[in-house]
């Protein structure tokens, strides 16, 4: 791979993007403060392989151009080689080109650095078969003998090249793992590589080699470096956007910025922590970071589960009740009784009956409305008169229950009409679960995750559940293939807490009537089961 000598014309100052040709006259970015901290830490870090993981706006790539200058216009022995820019679009190749002119132009004035103005021409790509073509690219050529090439496109043969090569926006690429595994075949001959990018999920190649790095995959020859949106802001983002207008930075005006910037992207909150704050998204649309659900866990409290074999329904009917009354005295009574009785008490029910979980999850609410998930009830190939038993036990002896949400939705639709007309149709909301409510609820109960208003029982089922919410043309909802039950690997899960949860934060919303004692009812007492089904 190699540039072609001919160029094709002289690229004029007006041709390039706004954000070069606004750059003040007097800009001079050598002077002591022009750089802000992070962008200076940035520029210090000396080693072949620098990856940034950074937040948008962040000033980083506007950096990389400086040192690209600096590199370019040096002297062989003072560490001087050709600089590569390789963008993700022909618009970013321009406008990094038109920085390192506009600094090289600063620069020739007060050294003698020899720089032409900005040339295009034709780069000669050729692919590891010996395909060639070629493609635009933006040069600027130095008194040194090296020079700054942007790529207006993905080269094919990135291992070619011979130099410093930046790679911008790298988890945006259209074959990130190519790139990056081509681009390190350069350190072979003392080139430096430097991968600049926002995330852009965390199964994205980008991602993974931020990982690599951090344990140490590539020894002590890369370094990873985090600039976020608010590292910005802290280091005077805003003061540098209005010195660039000619405006007077003012604190309300900051402020204004600053909200303005973060509610751009209303509901759409995983995106605005990935382009923002570095947080790459869990895949593909996935709502809810995991270290947000790690967060809410808590260590100590209790997964019910009552997994059944297919031979239970041929037991006798009371027989059946009396094993899960049985069940209910031995683990889930010693869990209500713990409540707190000073709370009000909602539950949301997803209800299965043969291939997934039916879910029944309790949760209280505080003065802050604060959601709490005190422990989770599953039941698997459980009848449905005995998963009632279930269901009116908990209900009953809820501490200020004040209402309560059920899937109506298909087989559900008996069990939820039924404990209406139990408890109240006041008490209990019947939900067919659809489309329409999955955009109008489920992006409240991804908020309690990200406003760390709710706490849950740590359990690694539990987590996978709430990960299998994911956008879906903007609607946050469950559709993820089932997966595999980290307790029983026979068994297998379809996100079934995350729709229980959702319902148990829609009735704390919804149900409005206030909190109501329901006189309890004893269980029919059955003659203890010692053997059968544990």
Same mark, same amino acid.
């Given at each position: 791979m190699k540039p072609s000598s001919s160029t094709l014309r002289v690229i004029e100052w007006d041709e390039l993007p706004p954000s070069v040709r606004e750059i003040p006259e007097g800009y001079n970015p050598l002077d002591d403060g022009i750089l802000m901290a992070h962008q200076s830490e940035w520029l210090g870090i000396d080693a072949q392989i620098k990856l940034c993981e950074k937040g948008r706006r962040t000033g980083i790539t506007f950096a990389e151009a400086l040192d690209s200058v600096i590199t370019a216009a040096s002297q062989k022995v003072a560490g001087g080689m050709d600089c590569f820019y390789i963008g993700d679009t022909k618009e970013k190749g321009l406008e990094f080109i038109g920085y390192c002119a506009k600094f090289s132009r600063v620069m020739a004035e007060a050294q003698a650095s020899g720089v032409s103005e900005i040339e295009e021409f034709l780069f000669d790509d050729q692919d590891d078969s010996g395909n060639t073509r070629q493609i635009n690219a933006y040069r600027i050529r130095y008194a040194s003998g090296f020079k700054i090439v942007a790529l207006s496109s993905n080269p094919a043969g990135v291992r070619g090249l011979q130099g410093k090569v930046i790679i911008d926006e790298a988890a945006f690429h259209r074959d990130v793992s190519a790139v990056l595994d081509a681009a390190t075949a350069l350190l072979i001959w003392g080139g430096r590589i430097v991968i600049i990018s926002t995330h852009n999920g965390k199964a994205n190649a980008f991602n993974q080699m931020v990982s690599d790095i951090r344990d140490k995959r590539y020894g002590d020859s890369a370094q990873v470096y985090r600039a976020t949106f608010d590292d910005a802001v802290a280091n005077g983002l805003f003061e540098r956007v209005c010195f660039m207008a000619g405006k007077v930075a003012t604190a309300e005006e900051k402020e204004a910025w600053y909200k303005k910037i973060r509610n751009a992207y209303g509901p759409r909150k995983a995106q605005m922590r990935e382009e923002l704050? $570095?947080? %790459?998204? #869990?895949?593909?649309?996935?709502?809810?970071?995991?270290?947000?659900?790690?967060?809410?866990?808590?260590?100590?409290?209790?997964?019910?589960?009552? $997994?059944? %074999?297919? #031979?239970f329904t041929q037991q006798p009917v009371h027989r059946r009740d009396a094993y899960v009354e049985d069940w209910i005295q031995r683990n889930l009574a010693p869990l209500v009784s713990q409540l707190a009785p000073d709370l009000r008490h909602y539950l949301g029910m997803d209800y299965a009956r043969h291939r997934d979980f039916s879910i029944a999850c309790p949760m209280s609410v505080d003065q802050s409305r604060h959601r709490d998930v005190p422990f989770v009830i599953e039941m698997h190939r459980v009848p449905a008169r005995q998963q009632k038993l279930v269901l009116f036990y908990t209900l009953r002896r809820l501490p200020r229950f004040s209402g309560a949400a059920l899937d109506a939705s298909g087989n559900g639709e008996t069990l939820a009409e039924e404990t209406a007309d139990e408890f109240g149709q006041n008490l209990i909301k019947q939900v067919k679960i659809s489309r329409a409510w999955y955009g109008a609820w489920m992006p409240k109960f991804v908020g309690l995750f990200e406003d760390s208003t709710i706490t849950l029982p740590q359990d690694d089922n539990l987590h996978q559940d709430v990960r299998a919410i994911e956008t879906v043309d903007g609607i946050p909802m469950i559709v993820k293939a089932r997966s595999q039950d980290l307790k029983d690997p026979d068994l297998y899960r379809h996100g079934d807490f995350a729709g229980a949860g959702a319902l148990a934060n829609f009735a704390t919303l919804e149900v409005t009537s206030g909190p109501v004692s329901v006189k309890s009812r004893r269980p029919r007492q059955g003659k203890r089961i010692t053997q059968g089904y544990a």
């Open positions: 704050d $570095a947080i %790459p998204r #869990d895949g593909n649309g996935v709502c809810i970071p995991g270290v947000w659900i790690d967060e809410a866990m808590r260590p100590g409290r209790t997964v019910l589960r009552l $997994a059944l %074999p297919d #031979d």
